[in-house]
Each structure stands twice: as C-alpha cells, then as structure tokens.
C-alpha cells in the first residue's frame, strides 16, 4: 500500500488532490448508484473482513456528501456496515498488537483501515445526530401522543443505533492501538474526529433524560477512554466549560462525567482543570446573561455530592467567588463547602490540618448567613440543616449556629424564614442535650455544680503543692552561681575576713552538728543548697570533712580544690535515686504523692467538664426556648409554607418532649378553622400525628396512651381550645377507628373513678366524651344516670368544676348542638337529670364557691336547652333560691337577736346579707332571663315554623294537585300585585314573640320583674353596695335584662353607661362593654346616640378594657351594625398602644376595614383632623407611625389624587405650625402618582406661604426625591422645577419670589386676571353642604350633660371640621342635662318584602 490516510479537518477535503502518498477519493458515488455500491460494500464485507473499507471508502463518503439527497434506509444501512467495521477491527487488532514482529505495510493497513471507519462512522453519527434533533423539534407529539409519519421508523429507532456506535467506539479505542502509529503518537485529528462525535451527542436536550442514561454511559466511557489513553485531558476540560456555558442541562451529565474520569480511569487532574477554569471566571463575566452561571453553579454543588474528597485541593480556587456579585456561584461554593464538612471533614480522626480546614470553612459558611442576598442565606440555612442531620457539627459550634438560625426567623424572605425553622427543628431532632428541661430546671443544677467547682478549685490550691523538678535541673540552674561561692570562700581577701567568717558561721555549724552524724549534716547541706544559703553550704562541706574524715561521701574533700568541692556537693545535692527518694522525704514543703495529685486533677476536670455542659445545656435551652416563642407568633401569617413551617416545628418539638412545646401545639389549634385548606390539613394531620396515632402493645394501652395525652393537652385549656380540639376529636370518634370503643370505656373508667386518678383527669375525661357524642348521641345518652349519680349527685357541691364540665357534655346530646331537624329532643320535667341540676343550683346559691357561677351558666343554658317547658323549671329554681336566701337571712337575724345586738330591724337585715349569695341569686335572674329571651325567639319561634310547615303539608297532600295548581298560581299572583313576596305567618309569629318580650315577661306577675328593682338599686349605688363580686353580678344581670325588650332598654340606657363610665372596677366596665355590644345588635336605634361613649372607652387606662373595647367595636363596626364614623380615630390612636395584644386588634380592625370599598379612605381626612388636634397633645413619631400605617391601605391612583388635594385644602384653614407640619407628614406618606403631583402643583396656594416652616418644607421635598426615581425625563425636569420652587419659597420667602415665574403664570391665565389669595371650592366632585360649620361637633360638649358626670374626666376642645371633607354631616350623641339622647340616625330594621315594596 503506498498511500497513507490522513483525517481531514473538513470532510470536503478528501476531494481535492492531496499530498505525496496522501489518499484521495476517487469517484463519489451519485445518489442513485448508491444502493448497488452499498450492496457491493456489503458482499466484500462478508468475504475479506473490516479491511474491505479500504476499496469501498469511496461509497461511504458518497453517503455522507449526498446526505441530504439521499434515503434514510441508505444512511441506516451504511452505518450499519460501519458499525460491522469498527467492531470487525476491534476484534481482529488484538493479536496484531500482541504479535512481535509486524511488517510495516500491514501496519499502515491497519492503520488505515482504523482512521477511515472511524473516520466516517463518527461523522455519519454525527449527521444522524443533527437530523434526529431536528425532527424531534418538527415531528412534536401532538394529541393523543402520537408522532408524525416523517418521524417515524427510522429515528424511532435512533437511540439504540446511537448506543451501538458509541459501544463499537469505545471497544476498538480500548485497545492500545497507538502502537499503529509511528512512534505511539496519535494524530489530534483523529482524536478530534471521536471526541466532535461525542459532544454532538451531548448537546442532544434529551441526554440527560433517564431514558438516555446508556446513551450517556456510553459517551462518558468513550471520553474516559480518550482522556487516559489519547491525552485528551485539556481540551476536555475545555470543552466541557464551553458547553455548560451554552447547554444549561448539562450540568448534571458533566458532574457525573467528572466524576468518573477521576475515579474509575483515575484522572484526577480533570477536576483541577474543570474547576481552575471555573475559578478564572471574573465577577463581571459571570453577571452577563448567557455566562451560564447557572450551570455553573449546578455542576459544582453535583459534582462535590459525587466526589467531595477531591474538591478540597482545590477550593482556594472557588473561594473567590463567595466575594463576587454573583449570589448563584456563592450558592454553589456554600454548597461545596457543606458537602466537605458533612462526607469529608467530620468526626474525630481529623488532623490539625483537617481540624483547621473543617473550621475556617464553618466560619466563611456563617458569615454568609448574613449575605446580602436572600437565595443565598436560605441555601446556606439548608447547607446547615444537612450538616445538623449528618451530625457533623462541632459541639462548640452549636452556640453560636443555633444564635444566627434564631436570628434568621426574623429574615425578610420567606425562603430563609422556612429554611431556619428547618434547621431549628433538625437541632431540636439531633442535639446533644436534653431538650427536656427547661432552662428554669437548669438553672440550680448549674449553680449548685460552680459552687463545687470553685470549692474545688480553692482546696487544691489551699495545699499549694511543690511541683517536682528534678535535682539535676536545679543544680543545672544554681551551679555559675555556686562555683562564685566557693572560688570565693576558698581563697579570701584578707586573713582578718576569713578569721571573722569562719567565728560568725562556726557557731552556727557548731550548734547544727552537735548531735547530728553524717547522714544528717549532708541533708543540712542539701537544705542550705535548696534555699539558696550556698556560702553555709560550702562551709559546712568543708567542715563535715575535718568531722568525718573517714565518709566516703567527703572523701574527696581530702585535696581541697573547687573542683574536688563542687564534685562533693553535687553528689550531695543530686546523689543517687535512692538517696534522692529518701533525702526528699525530709525536705520541706513536700509535695504531694504522683498519684494522689492525678487523681484529684482527673476530679477537676471532670467537675469543669460537667459544669461545660450544664452551661451549654442551659444556653441550648435558653435558644430554644426563644425559637419557640418566636415561630409561635409565626403560626398566624399569611404565608402558608411558613404556617406549614412553623406547624411541622411545634411537631417536632413536641414529639422530642421539649420544655414549653404543648404552648406551640395549643396555639395551632384554631388553625382548624382555617380557610386555607393547605394549613387545615396539616394542623389535622399534626394533631393525628401527636394524640391519636398513639403507640402500645396492645389496644388498651394504645387507648390509655391517648386518653392522657389529650388528657395532657385538655388541661387548664381554654374554651376556644377545647372547641377547635373538639373539631378533630370528633372526626377521630366518627371514622370508625378500632380505638373507639376502647377509648370510650377507658374514659367512663376514669370519669367514675373505677382508676385512681386526679380532679384534672376525670374533667378531661367528662369533656372527651362529650365530644365523642358529637359523633355517637348513645355514648352519652345511654349514660345519663351515670353522669348524674357521679357528677351531679350528692358531692356535686365538692366539685362545681366536674358538674360544669359534665352539664357542656349532657349538652352535646341536645338539638341545638347537634342542629337535627324534626320533632325537638326533649327531656321530661321530673326527669333525674333536672332534679339533680336544680337541686346543685339551689343550694349553690347560699355557697360562697367562686366556681358555682359558671357552672350555673352552662345548668340554665342546658335546662332550656333539653326540658319539657323550661321556664316553669327556672321559675321554680328561682323561687327555690329566693327563699333558701331569705333563709340564710332570717337565720343571720336571730343569731345577732339572741346575741343582743339592739339594732334597727331594717339596718340589722341588711347588713346579715350576704353580699356574694346575693351576687349568685342576681347571676342567676339575669341568666334566667337572658336564655328565656333565646328560648323564645329560638327554640319556640322554631317549633312554630316546624309545626305551620307540618300543617302546611297535610293541607297539601288532602287537596287534589289540580286545586293545589290552581290555588298557588292565584295566590301568586295576588302577593306579587300587592308587593309581598314572603309568608306573612312568619312576620305574625315573629310578632308574637316580640309582644310576648315586652308586656309578659316582666308583668308584675311575672317572677322576672320582681328583681328588677333591685338589680336598678345596685347599679345606681354604688357606694351602698360596693362589694366587687355584687356590683359586677348586679351590672351583668342588668344587661341581660335590657336585651329583653326595648322598653327595658331605654329606661335603664343611661345607668349602665354611667357605669360603664363611673365604675372602678375594670371588669364591670369590660362587662357592659360587651353587654352594650349585644344590646347595640338588638336595639340599634337606642344605642345609636350612645355610640361616642363606646368609642371613650378604647382610651380607658386599664389594658383589659382597651382590648374587650376594641374587640366589641371592631365586631360592630365590620358586620355594619355601627356606622363608621370619625370616631375610628380612637382605634388609630391604639396602633401605637403599649400592649402589643391591643396593637394587633387594632391593626387588625383597619386591615379587615380596607376590605370595605373606599372605608378608608373615607375617613382618612376625619382621622387626621382628630388626631392633629392640638389639645389631643399626640407627639409627632406616634402621628408617623399611626398615618404611614393608615396610608399604606391607599393604593388606587383617584383615591391618592382626591386626597392630595383634600389634604392641601386643608392648610388654609389650619391653625397652627403642628397641624401645617402633620399635613405635609400626610402628604409624603401618600405613594405619589403622576395625577397624584400635579394636583398637588395646582394646590400651590394652599401652603406655599407655609413653607417657610422646615416642618413643611421636608416633607414636601421628600415627595420629590420619590418621585425622580425612576421618572421619564419630561416629568423628572416638572419635578426638579417644582422642587427648585420650592426651595426659593423656603430660602427667600413667598413674597420675595414673586417674580418672573409667577407674571407668565398669571399671563397664560389672563392679563385681566390677578392671584387672589383666598380659599378655592374644590375642583372635583359635588358641592358639599355646610350644615357642619354651624353645627357643634359632640366634643364641643362638656361632660355636664351626664347625670352623673365623671370625677376626673377633662372637658374636650372643639375638634377643627371641614366641609371639604365630609360626604354628609351627621350630628353625634348631644346629652342635656335632663334628658336622654334622641335618635338621629334611624336604623331600618324593615323586612326584605317592606324594602321591595318601597
């Protein structure tokens, strides 16, 4: 063969005439022929084997040259018989490469033969590639799922030819076939050729579908195969980068081709590569669009969960990103970071290098909980909450994470809010601590445990033991100075010194050495060397010497040169072990035993290591504990991912018993009414989850399991809570669980006490199953003996609490509860159950027992509800107690009679009634009264419709349906001539009870009226009858029997507000608050003047009253039983209360008001006039805070117009510099429109002449500075103009500026025309009347008019009125001295039939 093939760089090439010895194609095969020469190629195929490519190249590259032109089979079938090639190569290459000794034309053959199959087997794939891509974009599955003709057979088919190709690939370049090239260097061409094909097929948008995972096992494979083996390594990496940057679904397909290229063909070098080139990118390429940034970001986050090992070595390069503009790369670097810490650099074998690694990355991850962008805190928050579930946080750094996730709570996004619940409860799941206790609990734990610690520590220091140190380096230490003492002792200055010496110290040797032998005078030595006292030292040495001359230890001594004496005192001072053991036993102070020392310092520090974690303990629970308070407020936002958050928390928390956690779980309750269905679900799901899924056994301990946690949940709740719970206890007793019946019986077992058991449990019990019956009427009703021989019985007067639980149960069976219809479910009068309640009710009454009162309540309530001709049996019960008091009385009376107290008859009477007996008999008149009213208009007005209808439809069926026809169309016909649409019996028996309300029930022969009297005496003297529990019980009563009948009403209407006013008592005031709530649904036209004395009652100096106040208000004035009116100032004025309870009724009350159409801003005007009035004294942060609120309700661009110039009218006729400054605080509060500043433009005579006032001036240019953000440059330029304006008019004053600007104004309005400076009439809208200006305003009005005038009350100063802002003036509540308030505002009470008739 004399010719070599080169691969071409462009496919075309191979046509023209090539080099020396360079193959060129010789004859292209048209499209016609090519079937027969594809034929051909095939036969010589079967007969000479993969080397036929070599005479029939020629016919392949036809096909690709006439790929367009020609058919799909006859691409299909050439590369079909490319596939044979390559894979007829690849089996037959083996024993070539093994053989020894190769000729060189068989090599070039082979050679050849390999880069021309390749050759065109890589570029009619990738042909066929782009042809399938876009076919797949043409032929789109359209209805039904079915796909056009043309891209049918063959594409169908695609992806498994497409996979054959790759794996014939991938066998032949396994082999070491560069052995076929001269000296093993494989052309880049031919690489080039393989790898093209290969990023063809990636950039398919299916690649990475799990459809096509062995499509894209196959490819990552083939690079593997060229990375390790052709040195494809750089522009792998290159290319991979360029792809990322254009096909953003890559990014998986690549972190999983990294990722094997690194471990399986061990090419770790890629992900250096991969990742310098990420790193390389600048903040500014990144923040161009298309830099694929995005994917980017993906690839690194997948790429560190694959291989997180190998990321490290190169995570200098991605830090610098987390410094970038780029919130996406700082997501994916944080993500990086995470995935070391929780797989690489976690538990305890770390190094100090890892140990330093691990937290220089947890301090750049908390650093970015701060970052500027929230995507980038919630992804760090989540990193956390993986590192806290993997157990790879430090214990040190609980603290301090546990601190920033808590502060996150309060994060703008809700991405981050969720994602710091998340966390907060995975630290709840996997903390180290115990999460039982409280930090209350720990508190004297942890101050009982320091004590020890510092007794302790003071008693080990208190022994100030000597630390042993070798004699060896205590000689080392005292030796330079020792050898000084001893040249220095040895020879003298002067006979005379030496002869003076030697008399001072030889006393004292003499006096040492008297008794003492020669063991004893070297421990002397050794002493004086100790202390420092060498010259005695060296003394005594000598002398010892002359003493014992005979001592092996101062043998030496006998030549005395310092050499021979230093010698001698070391051996002396150091000595052998022996000596040295013994010799330290009589050297003081001794240290302490080796032993004895470790033990007490293992002591020590275990003491400092339990007070660590009592400390660390106690601030875990101090963080919980305010994690929880704060997602506890959290439960109630708008958001419903954070309510699910913030459910899913109080779970958690609750199932890992944390202290407080039943707070969070009782306060998510009332979501079951939510409308959201989302959070009611799983507010339901949670309780399922807590208390009836429970865990036992058997059935019987999964039944008691339950019972005490609802149990648990039940106690001191409130009756809201057992309301909602009630909700999802129902449904659990009506879902027919296997429970059931086992929960029931457990329940009647501690209700009767069969189990011992607290007063707590058997109430719990008692109201469990009362809402059991809810679902099963029989569960109670088959035991009413039960209840009432165990709870009503004889002890009922033990446990007023257990009878009051007891009778709400016995009322789940009655029909008002249950709302059945039919036939009303009653109970006989002499029935046990009424006897037993009576006969409680009775005797209660001359009890002092603070309980008895609400289980009166729900007694009256339930006898009306469940009794054969109720009022019989509460005019008996009153009559009862009536007389058992008059008893009591009498039996008072003839004690002190007999004691001889000589008093007054009527004085002595009085003073022996017991003040809190007459309290309950008065509770109980009013309600008795109160629910014979609601038994009149409900239960007997119900009876009577139930009762027509019955007749209604016996007449019916009696009469034949022709006359029934017949009858109902002249009946019809009638009622529409003469306007009246509905039943007149209705309005007749609506009428009965109206009469039966105000002539019967207080006849005089009615037991009722007697009462009365003394229900108005109490009210009205207060300082007779001042005891706290009669004046509350008297008000009550009083209320309740003014909502009898109108009549009633209107006589007593000025005692209870004179009360309501009067009284010191706040829980009287709180009381006829709501009762004149009640009383202003039923008789809305007598309470109507009264309403301003409502609204006085929202400034009352108790907290208590404020709330019932605003509470009451805010439900009349949203279901449009008060008019709203200026008044709604005073619950502005709350906006800014001391109590945030107040706060957020009163926020509420204006967010449900905004829903009203233009409510609002109705008012706005009013509400500003009120509040800016100088004698209301109102700093001007709290007017800022209350207005920014109230506009914030203002969106409309009309409704902002109309109030810029209501507001601008307004400055005429203000009166003082505050006023002129709360109306321009107004104006830049308003978000300004376009409309918005030009009518504030021609406003300008309004309050240019007030601009001289900073006051003014600031507000009006901050409205400006809003307006040029963003602006058009034609409006920004009216902007900046009236703003220069405005600055003239501050700087210089209005008259001053006068000039040029204001002559060509009044030239385009008209030469004869001048500015007059007087109040204009408002430009839009109708003329307003001006009734208001001649009218006084209620405030104008002293508290005189009372008849009985408050103590302390401050008379109030005319309120500023304008008629430019009232759509109608209405006069308030004007109180003469003697008489009552007259009705100025009629309420229509008319029926739908009255208003269709006018």
């Not at 490319?82 to 000729?103: D, E, I, Y």
């Not at 609506?990 to 108005?1016: G, Q």
């Not at 405005?1286 to 008209?1310: F, I, K």
Request: hydrophobic share 40%; glycine share 4%; with cysteine.
């Amino acid at each position: 063969m004399s010719w070599d093939f080169f691969v071409p760089v462009c496919t075309g090439d191979l046509v023209n005439t090539g080099g020396i010895n360079q193959y060129v194609v010789q004859d292209v095969v048209s499209p016609k022929q090519l079937p027969a020469s594809l034929s051909r190629f095939k036969a010589a195929l079967r007969s000479q084997g993969p080397l036929c490519i070599l005479e029939h190249f020629d016919t392949c590259y036809s096909v690709l040259q006439h790929c367009n032109s020609v058919e799909l089979g006859v691409k299909e079938d050439t590369l079909e018989l490319l596939v044979q090639v390559v894979s007829g190569l690849a089996a037959t290459l083996p024993a070539l490469l093994m053989a020894t000794s190769v000729s060189a034309a068989e090599r070039k053959e082979k050679l050849n033969a390999v880069k021309m199959s390749v050759f065109l087997l890589c570029k009619l794939t990738e042909t066929l590639e782009v042809f399938s891509c876009r076919q797949s974009f043409v032929t789109a599955p359209g209805k039904g799922g079915k796909k056009g003709k043309a891209g049918g057979e063959g594409l169908m088919q695609w992806d498994t030819e497409r996979e054959k190709v790759l794996q014939a690939l991938v066998q032949l370049l396994q082999l070491d076939i560069r052995s076929l090239w001269n000296l093993s260097l494989v052309e880049e061409e031919f690489i080039s050729c393989v790898t093209c094909c290969c990023y063809k097929v990636l950039e398919n948008s299916t690649i990475s579908h799990v459809k096509s995972k062995p499509t894209r096992d196959c490819v990552i494979h083939l690079l593997g195969v060229l990375i390790k083996k052709y040195n494809h390594l750089l522009g792998a990496s290159v290319k991979v980068i360029q792809l990322l940057q254009h096909f953003e679904q890559l990014s998986s397909v690549f972190a999983q081709a990294v990722s094997v290229w690194s471990t399986e063909y061990g090419v770790r070098a890629i992900i250096g590569e991969v990742i310098r080139e990420i790193g390389q990118k600048s903040s500014e390429e990144l923040a161009r669009e298309g830099s694929g940034v995005k994917a980017f970001s993906s690839f690194l986050s997948e790429l560190s969960g694959l291989v997180p090992e190998l990321m490290i070595p190169n995570i200098s390069v991605l830090i610098t990103h987390l410094e970038g503009e780029s919130h996406t790369m700082r997501v994916a670097v944080c993500e990086v970071l995470g995935d070391i810490l929780v797989r690489v650099l976690c538990g305890d074998g770390l190094d100090e290098s890892g140990k330093a690694d691990r937290d220089r990355f947890f301090d750049t991850l908390q650093e970015h909980l701060h970052d500027t962008h929230s995507h980038v805190r919630a992804r760090v928050l989540q990193v956390y909450t993986r590192i806290v579930n993997s157990k790879a946080l430090p214990l040190c750094r609980y603290s301090d994470v546990m601190e920033l996730a808590v502060g996150r709570l309060m994060d703008k996004s809700i991405n981050a809010v969720k994602s710091a619940i998340q966390l907060l409860a995975a630290f709840i799941a996997h903390n180290p601590y115990s999460c039982k206790l409280s930090s209350a609990d720990l508190k004297k734990p942890l101050e009982k445990e320091t004590v020890k610690l510092r007794e302790m520590t003071e008693k080990l220091e208190g022994k100030a033991p000597v630390a042993v140190i070798k004699a060896s380096e205590l000689w080392a230490a005292m030796e330079p100075e020792l050898h000084i003492t001893v040249g220095t002792e040895l020879e003298p200055s002067s006979e005379t010194e030496k002869d003076q010496q030697e008399d001072e110290d030889g006393r004292d040797v003499e006096e040492e050495k008297v008794t003492e032998d020669e063991r004893a005078t070297a421990v002397m030595i050794a002493q004086y060397l100790r202390v420092n006292k060498y010259r005695n030292a060296v003394r005594l040495c000598i002398k010892a010497h002359s003493c014992f001359p005979e001592s092996e230890m101062f043998a030496a001594l006998s030549t005395l040169t310092p050499e021979t004496l230093m010698e001698t005192l070391a051996l002396i001072f150091k000595g052998s072990d022996e000596d040295a053991a013994e010799l330290s036993q009589n050297l003081p102070p001794t240290p302490q035993k080796e032993g004895e020392k470790e033990g007490e310092d293992g002591e020590l520090k275990k003491q400092e290591m339990l007070v660590q974690y009592l400390k660390d303990t106690e601030t875990f629970a101090l963080q919980v504990e305010r994690a929880i308070s704060v997602i506890n407020t959290m439960l109630y936002l708008k958001t419903t991912s954070v309510v699910h958050e913030a459910v899913q928390f109080c779970v958690t928390v609750c199932e890992f018993s944390v202290a407080n956690s039943v707070i969070g779980v009782r306060k998510m309750l009332p979501l079951v009414w939510s409308t959201d269905t989302a959070i009611k679900d799983a507010v339901v799901q949670a309780y399922r989850r807590l208390y009836l899924n429970p865990q036992g056994d058997n059935i019987r301990m999964k039944a008691h399991t339950l019972v005490d946690s609802l149990s648990e949940l039940m106690v001191d709740a409130s009756l809201g809570t057992i309301q909602c719970l009630e909700e999802i206890v129902q449904e659990f007793f009506g879902g027919g669980s296997n429970l059931q019946s086992t929960v029931v019986q457990v329940l009647w077992e501690r209700f009767t006490g069969k189990r011992e058991t607290s007063g707590l449990n058997r109430r719990a019990a008692v109201l469990l199953l009362g809402m059991a019956t809810r679902a099963e009427r029989e569960v109670v009703l088959s035991n009413l003996d039960t209840l009432c021989s165990v709870a009503l019985g004889e002890k009922v007067t033990e446990d007023f609490l257990l009878a009051r639980d007891t009778v709400i149960t016995i009322c789940g069976i009655t029909d008002h509860i249950r709302q059945s219809k039919g036939a009303p479910f009653r109970l006989p009068q002499d029935h046990q159950l009424f006897t037993c309640l009576t006969q409680a009710l009775a005797e209660g009454v001359v009890m002092e027992d603070p309980y008895w009162q609400g289980f009166m309540e729900q007694a009256v309530r339930l006898i009306y509800f469940l009794a054969e001709s109720p009022d019989q049996l509460c005019s008996r019960l009153v009559q009862r107690s009536a007389r058992l008091l008059l008893d009591q009385i009498a039996e008072g009376g003839e004690v002190n009679k007999d004691s001889g107290q000589t008093q007054d008859g009527s004085q002595e009477s009085s003073e022996q009634v017991n003040c809190v007996c007459l309290a309950q008999l008065l509770a109980l008149c009013g309600c008795v009264a109160f629910w014979q009213v609601s038994h009149l208009e409900r239960s007997v007005s119900a009876e009577l419709r139930r009762r027509r209808g019955e007749t209604e439809e016996r007449e019916e069926k009696e009469k034949g349906p022709s006359s029934k026809a017949k009858q109902s169309a002249n009946e019809s016909a009638m009622e529409e001539e003469l306007g009246l649409m509905g039943a007149s019996a209705e309005d007749t028996e609506a009428e009965l009870i109206r009469k039966i309300c105000e002539t019967e029930l207080l006849a005089e022969e009615n037991l009722l009226c007697a009462f009365l009297p003394l229900l108005v005496k109490v009210c009205s003297s207060p300082g007779r009858y001042s005891h706290p529990q009669l004046t509350t019980a008297a008000c009550l009563a009083l209320s309740q029997y003014m909502m009898i009948s109108p009549s009633v009403c209107e006589e007593n209407i000025r005692l209870i507000f004179t009360v309501l006013e009067r009284s010191t008592l706040p829980v009287v005031r709180a009381n006829a608050i709501i009762a004149l709530g009640d009383l202003t649904v039923r008789f809305p036209n007598i309470l109507e003047p009264w309403t301003q004395n409502l609204y006085a009652r929202l400034s009352d100096e108790v907290p208590s009253v404020r709330q019932t106040a605003v509470t009451v208000l805010t439900q009349l004035v949203l279901k449009d039983v008060l008019k709203v009116k200026g008044q709604v100032s005073e619950v502005a004025v709350l906006l800014i209360d001391p109590e945030p309870h107040i706060t957020s009724l009163a926020l509420n009350f204006f967010n449900e008001l905004a829903t009203k159409d233009n409510a609002i801003y109705n008012l706005l005007p009013d509400i500003i006039s009120r509040l800016s009035d100088p004698e209301r004294g109102m700093s001007s942060e709290d007017f800022n805070t209350i207005m920014k609120q109230l506009f914030s309700y203002i969106t409309k661009e009309r409704q902002t117009e109309s109030l810029v110039e209501k507001l601008c009218q307004r400055f005429r006729t203000a009166k003082t510099e505050r006023q002129w400054c709360d109306l321009a605080t107004s104006l830049s509060l308003l978000s300004m429109c376009e409309r918005g500043f030009k009518r504030l433009q021609e406003c300008w005579e309004c309050y240019s002449d007030k601009l001289t006032e900073p006051g003014v001036y600031q507000p009006l240019l901050s409205i400006t500075a809003k307006l040029r953000r963003g602006a058009k440059a034609q409006f920004k330029a009216q902007v900046d103009e009236f703003e220069k304006r405005l600055t003239a008019v501050h700087t210089r004053g209005l008259e001053n500026v006068e000039s040029p600007e204001m002559d060509e104004e009044n030239q385009r309005e008209g030469s004869s025309e001048k500015t007059v400076m007087r109040t204009p009439l408002p430009t839009r809208g109708r003329t307003r009347s001006k009734r208001g200006q001649a009218k006084p305003s209620s405030s104008s009005h002293s508290d005189d008019s009372f008849v009985t005038p408050q103590k302390s009350r401050k008379s109030k100063k005319p309120v500023i009125t304008f008629s430019s802002d009232e759509e109608e003036d209405e006069e308030d509540a004007v109180m003469a001295e003697s008489e009552t308030p007259k009705v100025t505002t009629p309420i229509s009470r008319a029926s739908r039939r009255a208003r269709l008739r006018n």
